[in-house]
């Protein structure tokens, strides 16, 4: 006899939207509230050792491989599973939202691979929860076709076999979703909401199309973490019934703890496994906040001056597509965020020829793939990769035993010999405001300055505002880096986006919400562990 139903979730302040009954089933928010009533506690737990890790940073200013994990880390017999063949090439992945949209565009795009975002990419309003799932399902039953009715422009989805493979990204541990309560009014985790949904819904369908469900893992800071995520999948395969293995789970090392645990989150998931993922915003923004009172010497220059070739930059990709290679896994390089002009063609010549750059690093440094944020940039990332593959699907073959990264080699933040510069702040004050204004009205995806910000960008913005003014830094021009300094730049930046505007636009928007809430998590003493946290209770929807 099977165990009775546990209480259903309730929906909590949220208004009703088009089709919500195909994804908010009472089957789908049973399985949701199982997740819950068994993983939530270990999630709550979990956070709490980030804090108290967090602490123990800030005592020694060090972090080290964990001597407790050795032995699986000299252990050379363990291998991830094998990779399915959906997942096999993976050379060039787009990422984005979810909306109708963007699904199509992304699906058709002629990359491997489609990063379909609920996390940093997506303001988690209800609306965009909820039916970024319906169009997942409905991308996958092939009935998303839609016109603008805007623009009058149809969007329509190519055969089944051009179409990118999709890797779903659920929010991170730390996130809630307010609108879904358990019985005691206890808020759901994000990262259950979104997982649980999707594999709800979708499992069984994508092993029926020959693919399976695929996931990115965002923000994990410890093989404990990776631990708990495989447990998860083992409960949820077995709930709706597909065999274990059938889940695959990419890993993005983000975070300056998790550089140190590769191979031990790759173990704890080694049945679940597809790869790791090198990003770059976020891990900066963990540098930051773990090493916030390492004083000099961890203070970053302007975040465009930190290329992926900075010696601490390159020494975490480098053991990361040797830890990947090593255990059989792929490794998936950074983003290109450049967005296309349609004006300027001088700008697009000087940006793709970067881009081409770093692509091509990427591919003769043995990674297997790589990350793009525009269609257009597809065609550049393809070649780099083409170029080193040929016919392989992957380089997991090239074991990069050459490389020896020592743990005092991941935090030699200071063998950089850029400063930070007057211009780096008034930037970082300039995209955190009009991100944050975006992410108030809904939108996680937003081009700025020919860039395609996410949530990360507002992170390393408002990091590098708060260390540079808690370290005292003084800029080439002679200015202290102050609170009093900031508050101009902001104002002043306020101002140039009124007179841009005009003052019915700028009105109708929420910028001074977001300068505000900028200044906020720039200049408290106590530095929110997240900026989304604060954020959220803004958001409305």
Not at 299 to 318: G, I, Q
Request: aromatic share 8%; with cysteine.
């Amino acid at each position: 006899m099977s165990a009775p139903a546990p209480s259903p979730l309730a929906i909590v302040d949220a208004e009703p939207l088009p089709r919500q009954e195909a994804v908010l089933t009472d089957a789908a928010l049973a399985f949701v509230a199982e997740l819950h009533r068994r993983f939530t506690p270990r999630r709550d737990e979990l956070l709490a050792r980030r804090a108290e890790r967090r602490a123990e940073i800030a005592r020694t200013s060090t972090l080290d491989f964990l001597p407790e994990t050795a032995a699986i880390r000299e252990d050379d017999s363990w291998k991830v599973a094998p990779s399915p063949a959906a997942l096999d090439d993976r050379r060039v992945e787009i990422t984005g939202p979810t909306d109708r949209k963007m699904t199509i565009n992304a699906l058709n795009s002629g990359a491997k691979i489609w990063l379909a975002d609920f996390e940093d990419a997506s303001a988690p309003t209800w609306e965009n929860v909820v039916l970024g799932q319906l169009n997942l399902t409905d991308a996958y039953e092939r009935r998303i076709d839609f016109t603008d009715e805007s623009t009058g422009k149809s969007y329509k989805l190519k055969p089944n076999e051009e179409l990118a493979t999709v890797v779903m990204r659920p929010r991170g541990w730390h996130l809630d979703e307010r609108h879904l309560k358990d019985e005691s009014g206890r808020a759901v985790p994000g990262a259950l909401v979104d997982f649980g949904l999707y594999f709800f819904h979708n499992a069984q369908r994508l092993l029926d199309l020959g693919k399976g469900p695929y996931f990115y893992l965002p923000k994990t800071e410890s093989h404990l973490e990776a631990r708990l995520w495989n447990d998860v999948f083992v409960f949820a395969q077995d709930y709706v019934g597909i065999p274990q293995g059938t889940v695959r789970a990419t890993v993005l090392i983000e975070t300056i703890t998790a550089a140190y645990e590769m191979e031990e989150i790759l173990y704890e998931l080694r049945d679940h496994a597809s790869g790791l993922n090198a990003g770059r915003w976020d891990y900066l923004f963990s540098i930051v906040k773990n090493f916030r009172d390492g004083g000099a010497k961890f203070v970053l220059p302007d975040r465009n001056a930190v290329t992926m070739t900075a010696p601490f930059m390159r020494a975490y990709t480098e053991l990361l597509v040797r830890t990947c290679h090593k255990r059989g896994a792929h490794a998936i390089g950074g983003m290109a965020a450049f967005i296309p002009s349609r004006r300027d063609e001088e700008v697009n010549k000087v940006a793709f020829e970067k881009v081409k750059a770093d692509k091509d690093r990427e591919a003769n440094d043995g990674f297997d793939g790589s990350w793009v944020a525009h269609p257009d940039l597809v065609p550049i990332a393809m070649a780099s990769f083409d170029a080193v593959l040929g016919d392989r699907p992957n380089q997991k073959d090239r074991l990069r035993e050459d490389v020896d990264v020592k743990a005092a080699d991941l935090i030699a933040i200071d063998s950089l010999d850029a400063k930070p510069t007057y211009a780096g702040l008034v930037n970082a004050v300039q995209v955190g405001i009009r991100y944050i204004e975006a992410w108030l009205r809904g939108l996680g995806a937003v081009a700025i300055f020919n860039l395609m910000e996410d949530a990360a960008t507002a992170e390393i913005s408002r990091s590098q505002i708060w260390q540079w003014i808690n370290a005292g830094v003084v800029f080439e021009n002679g200015e202290r880096a102050t609170p009093e300094l900031a508050r101009k730049v902001a104002a002043e930046e306020l101002a140039a986006i009124r007179a841009e505007l005009g003052e019915e636009t700028f009105a109708a928007g929420k910028w001074q919400q977001a300068h505000d809430l900028l200044l906020k998590v720039a200049l408290d003493e106590d530095y929110a562990d997240f900026l989304t946290l604060p954020a959220y209770e803004q958001l409305t929807g």
